[in-house]
């Protein structure tokens, strides 16, 4: 099976339907990469890496190095999905110039197809850019994490008229500039299927509507890792319980000596 284009992802919504929704989840490591490949049209190396992987407070922290490195990871564990890599906080925002060295880094050190960027109207210049010059370009609008501090919080957007109105401009702009997807996060519904309608390119949900193009989610959220989720977060596995167990009886076996056994040992040849 050949790995899915841009442009496939991108002709997934023709005439403005999408018949089949787009599978997105999010991937950081080769072996999960192996795991979701299967069962996903794109696995977006996304900076949530930061809280996921490394325990940081916010992906403000994320760093290029880290999103190549894992974006690499990804893509040599896949052979079916579109790997999309993030660009992290302060890699892209001062100039499309800028911009372009980051992603062009990113694309010749990992092998992904595209990169995905955070904000609509203020980015369309830098997307036009770098689709320009052969960089696709994933947008991602709404509830931008990276704008944490100037948005005042993960709180879902699109509640006042202001709001609404620059998510719809937002959407439109990146599109405009040659984005050829866009997340929509953490907009409250009727705005997210609006947008899905106004937009001729696919519009990935997460945290928006069942009506949009596809949808995303961070797998380690999905399978039930961690305690505390978004509320548009569905946790379709409780992969804590399921870890802690294993380690627990590994714990009390090894305290009992009961491991290994003669099937976990090597005995010299009689
Ligand atoms: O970093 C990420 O995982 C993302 C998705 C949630 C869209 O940007
Ligand atoms: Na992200």
């Known amino acids: 099976m050949r790995r899915l284009t841009v442009p496939a992802i991108k002709g997934r919504k023709a005439d403005g339907v999408t ?6 989840l999010t991937a950081y490591t080769a072996r999960q990469a192996q795991l979701l490949d299967q069962h996903s049209d794109i696995l977006l190396v996304g900076d949530s890496l930061g809280q996921v992987i490394y325990g940081l407070p916010s992906t403000l922290q994320v760093t290029l190095d880290m999103m190549i490195a894992h974006g690499a990871a990804v893509v040599r564990g896949s052979y079916h999905s579109l790997v999309i890599v993030d660009m992290p906080f302060g890699a892209y925002e001062a100039s499309p110039q800028k911009a372009f060295e980051s992603a062009s880094r990113i694309m010749a050190e990992t092998g992904c197809a595209a990169v995905k960027l955070e904000g609509g109207a203020a980015m369309a210049e830098t997307i036009a850019f770098l689709s320009a010059r052969g960089i696709p370009v994933m947008a991602h609008v709404g509830l931008t994490p990276q704008a ?11 509640r006042s008229e202001e709001e609404h109105a620059k998510i719809m401009s937002d959407g439109k702009a990146v599109q405009d500039a040659g984005a050829f997807a866009v997340v929509a996060e953490g907009v409250v519904e009727p705005i997210a299927i609006e947008l899905t309608k106004a937009l001729d390119i696919p519009v990935i949900g997460i945290g928006a509507s069942a009506e949009c193009d596809g949808q995303v989610l961070v797998t380690e959220d999905m399978l039930g890792m961690f ?8 946790r379709y596995e409780d992969m804590a319980s399921v870890i802690s167990k294993a380690a627990e009886t590994y714990a009390a076996e090894v305290r009992a000596r009961s491991f290994p056994t003669a099937d976990q040992t090597y005995q010299p040849k009689t």
């Open 19 to 24: 018949a089949e929704p787009l599978v997105m």
């Open 148 to 158: 944490v501090n100037a948005l005042g919080g993960y709180g879902a957007r699109g």
């Open 227 to 234: 305690e505390r989720v978004p509320r548009f977060v569905k």
